[in-house]
């Protein structure tokens, strides 16, 4: 709402909340003077605001609307609230992608956007926008263009972004990719599980899925090496069991392969390599350029059973559907049965097992 009275786009009024610049930054000037009232001058605040409204007429210095100088006389005339900080990103819903911008764009998208407001404010400034590396954020403060960096999705993919960063592991960031479908997309479409995370599984279900180890180093195979079996085979080899990726693909990374060659998509490329990353020094065994099928010879006892209700060993199968997960969430199996198996099939695997069929090792 804030925004929407700032805006020279929306806010057409011609009473004190209107008008120009100073008009429209009435409403907003008074919320933080309130918040002051109530909780004191020392208690910081930080008011976000556009840097750009990427709206003709709006607040934009894109399309000859408003321009560069309009942000700045919104962020100064907010000055009068005695806000703390300015928290900088862009868009309305009439521009919607730029709300979150999505892998076409480029990392660091609205610094410029910030950069142009601290240049005409005494109080910090804070920028936000695919800002996806420890680099990228140690350059933007280097280059002194803003005070801070604020980073929304690449917390999602890895809440640990910043305790790797100062423990020197930023390789071992998940990364986030850009596109929008397990956060933004999802709650935007009302998905019963809210937020998610395409390459974070634990994302709103951390406690759900917790990470436990296992006393059994009991075998595993994984059929299909696309994100979701990369991601599967080292969450188990690192909670204790063997396993053994097989793909019949030369290469993995599956169709998550596939999305990464249209423009604006090479990004997807980094969760692949985070991933084969992870496998190999998990100590996932990997095997390429082979069908998961009876011929596939991988070493278990012959005549191992395994049945729907084989009370001795549990364990997990991940199920592997690439991104056609249903309704973004990779569907979990507990699977009982004995101490290694093999699958020729998924659905003719759980087909038979749900029938009450017994499936024999060859
Ligand atoms: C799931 C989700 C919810 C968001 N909710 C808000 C919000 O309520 N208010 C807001 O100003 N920005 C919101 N944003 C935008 C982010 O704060 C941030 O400005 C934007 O995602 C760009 O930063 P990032 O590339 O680091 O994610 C949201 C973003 C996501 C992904
Ligand atoms: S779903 Fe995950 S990877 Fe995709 S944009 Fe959102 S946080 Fe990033």
Redesign the pocket.
């Known amino acids: 709402m804030g925004s929407q009275f700032l805006s020279p786009n929306t806010n057409k009024r011609t009473d004190k909340y209107g008008g120009g610049q100073r008009g429209r930054a009435r409403f907003l000037i008074e919320v933080i003077k309130g918040i002051k009232n109530e909780l004191g001058r020392d208690f910081l605040v930080s008011c976000r605001i556009n840097g750009s409204d990427f709206m003709d007429g709006g607040m934009d210095f894109m399309d000859g609307g408003m321009t560069f100088v309009d942000a700045q006389e919104a962020a100064q005339a907010l000055l009068e609230s005695g806000v703390d900080v300015l928290n900088v990103s862009a868009g309305v819903y009439g521009s919607y992608p730029s709300i979150?911008p999505?892998?076409v764009e480029p990392q660091g998208c609205f610094v410029e956007l910030a950069e142009n407001i601290k240049k005409v404010v005494p109080v910090p400034v804070i920028t936000v926008g695919r800002i996806k590396t420890p680099e990228l954020a140690e350059k933007i403060l280097a280059e002194k263009k803003t005070d801070f960096v604020a980073l929304g999705?690449?917390l999602?993919?890895d809440p640990d972004w910043v305790q790797k960063t100062f423990a020197g592991k930023e390789a071992d960031i998940r990364?986030?990719?850009?596109?929008?479908?397990?956060?933004?997309d999802?709650i935007n479409a009302g998905r019963e599980e809210g937020l998610?995370?395409?390459?974070?599984p634990w994302?709103g279900r951390e406690f759900k899925l917790a990470f436990k180890k296992v006393e059994n180093k009991d075998k595993v195979v994984v059929v299909g090496g696309g994100p979701a079996g990369l991601n599967a085979a080292w969450v188990m080899a690192k909670r204790g069991y063997q396993v053994t990726l097989v793909e019949e693909q030369e290469k993995l990374g599956g169709q998550l392969r596939l999305a990464a060659i249209p423009p604006g998509k090479a990004e997807f490329r980094e969760?692949i390599d985070y991933f084969i990353n992870k496998v190999q020094t998990a100590g996932v065994e990997t095997i390429l350029g082979k069908r998961a099928d009876v011929s596939l010879h991988i070493p278990t006892k012959t005549g191992d059973t395994i049945t729907k209700r084989t009370p001795s060993l549990f364990w997990y199968l991940w199920l592997f559907t690439n991104f056609s997960f249903r309704k973004g969430v990779p569907l979990f199996l507990q699977v009982y049965g004995e101490k290694s198996c093999l699958f020729s099939s998924v659905c003719g695997f759980l087909s038979r097992l749900l029938a009450g069929s017994k499936i024999n090792i060859a």
Request: proline share 8%; glycine share 8%; charged share 5%.
């Open positions: 979150v999505p892998s999705r690449a999602i993919a990364p986030c990719i850009g596109c929008n479908q397990g956060c933004i999802s998610t995370c395409t390459i974070n994302a969760a």
